[in-house]
């Protein structure tokens, strides 16, 4: 911890941005169509008094972090905005810390606040998870290192803490030093609810018709990917059929694939779930024995406290959505798990103590998955984070369900797609105009280019361009 800076945080700025889906996207209960982004800007101060201001982006995702079904998109908009209000205020009380040391010190009044005022533990996590990614960005900016190099130098300043008893003794500085950052990854694929398999189940010209793939079939023929994220809906019977059409365009393709089957929490107990899998490998060899892991197959408020040992006995089984703290890994062993996702929305933080649970204890996994980060800051920083971690493969959708970067003006488009050539590629469009989407070749996705100064991205957002958020701009503490 020796490398530790500290730093004082004093204003939190925060915008916005409307997204559209080229494709509608089902998980769980919910079909998107449209979206909205946040990106926040945080200013630090330096022990030596100079400032600097980082950023982060991140989705604004309805009916993920609570998914009560009586919350509008705009009720659960609001939950996460009131979740960065109350971090913003809290980190800029707490004077000068380590970018760690700001995390852990509001880390459990964050929680306390977010249940006074009805936000689950994901949501209540949010705003932090957003202000930490800013505050390294500024150290960053600041000191002329990139994210790899901060964190491999423990310059945020990780060590054993009071909130994570299981690694009272974990050697942080070691252990982050020793990280072999990647810098090149293979996608896996979503495949959500509503997506057509093949041409026979879209009508005609109900598509996009922009280009880009639209039916798994035209994904597997376009992209070429190795790994593949299967949504399944909670009826055993329903996603055996599911599957059966999917692995028949898998199978077809002729390459090798593996795949994980998501449950987005619909199942409510571990017995059809066992049922899903025996159907599975009983009608769908090929499949079954590609199946890497089942990711939160029940509900949260059962996940926990039910036995999942006889999923476990088949296939690996991980947490997501009831990864809302930092004892919920540990937990979640204890009742058969042996997995647990990152999520950028959940705290990088999080992500690299789970990551040393994992190395602590082997035979525990990290997965590595996606909550629609947009190309642009949201999709490097995850990416950066991913790679850190050295996880080989990464979840990410929103290639698919929405077109690159066609939100954004085409200035900021194009001075992204020149800063991480490797990631990016422009396409033409009608009237001169361009847009910037993800370069995916054989599957992967190449990012060295992310290895710049900051966290993790070389080229500016457009801040004038976005909307003000709805947020209420806590008072700077001088």
Request: charged share 25%; with cysteine; aromatic share 6%.
């Amino acid at each position: 911890m020796s490398n530790a800076v500290h730093v004082r945080v004093r204003e939190v700025d925060a915008r916005e941005c409307a997204v559209r889906n080229r494709l509608p996207f089902r998980f769980g209960n919910s079909t998107k169509t449209h979206g909205r982004q946040l990106v926040v800007r945080a200013r630090i101060v330096l022990e030596d008094g100079r400032s600097a201001w980082g950023a982060a982006a991140e989705a604004l995702s309805a009916k993920w972090f609570d998914k009560n079904p009586a919350l509008s998109d705009e009720d659960n908009y609001d939950q996460l905005r009131l979740s960065l209000r109350l971090a913003a205020q809290r980190y800029g009380e707490q004077g000068a810390r380590t970018p760690f040391g700001h995390f852990e010190t509001a880390y459990t009044s964050l929680q306390e606040e977010g249940a006074r005022n009805k936000l689950p533990p994901l949501v209540a996590g949010y705003g932090a998870a957003m202000i930490d990614r800013c505050v390294l960005d500024a150290v960053g900016r600041l000191t002329g290192q990139s994210f790899w190099t901060l964190m491999r130098a423990n310059a945020a300043g990780m060590q054993p803490s009071v909130l994570t008893p299981d690694l009272g003794n974990f050697d942080f500085d070691a252990f982050l030093a020793g990280l072999q950052p990647r810098t090149s990854l293979h996608l896996r694929h979503t495949v959500g609810l509503v997506d057509p398999i093949v041409a026979a189940d879209q009508p005609v010209g109900s598509g996009p018709n922009d280009g880009l793939p639209e039916t798994l079939e035209q994904v597997v023929a376009t992209y070429r990917h190795r790994y593949y994220k299967i949504k399944v809906a909670g009826d055993p019977v329903s996603d055996g059929e599911r599957l059966a059409a999917i692995a028949s365009v898998l199978d077809a393709a002729g390459s090798p694939y593996q795949v994980t089957l998501d449950g987005n929490e619909q199942y409510r107990d571990a017995a059809p779930v066992v049922q899903l899998l025996e159907a599975v490998q009983r009608k769908l060899p090929r499949l079954y024995e590609s199946i890497l892991w089942l990711e939160q197959p029940l509900a949260r408020d059962v996940a926990l406290s039910a036995d999942v040992r006889a999923i476990a006995a088949m296939k690996p089984v991980v947490i997501d959505e009831s990864d809302g703290t930092l004892d919920a890994f540990p937990a979640a062993v204890q009742r058969g798990y042996v997995g647990v996702s990152t999520k950028n929305c959940k705290g990088l933080y999080k992500s690299i103590i789970n990551r040393a649970r994992c190395a602590h204890a082997p035979g525990l996994l990290m997965a590595a998955e996606d909550l629609t980060t947009l190309p642009g800051i949201s999709l490097q920083q995850d990416l950066a984070l991913v790679g850190l971690l050295g996880i080989p493969h990464v979840e990410k959708n929103a290639h698919h369900f929405i077109d690159g970067m066609r939100h954004r003006p085409q200035d900021e488009q194009r001075r992204f797609a020149a800063a991480h050539p490797d990631l990016y590629r422009l396409d033409p469009l009608p009237q001169g105009e361009v847009v910037a989407r993800l370069n995916i070749t054989d599957g992967k996705v190449a990012f060295g280019s992310i290895d710049c100064t900051g966290h993790s991205y070389a080229a500016d957002m457009d801040w004038d361009t976005l909307e003000a958020s709805k947020w209420t701009k806590p008072k700077s503490p001088g």
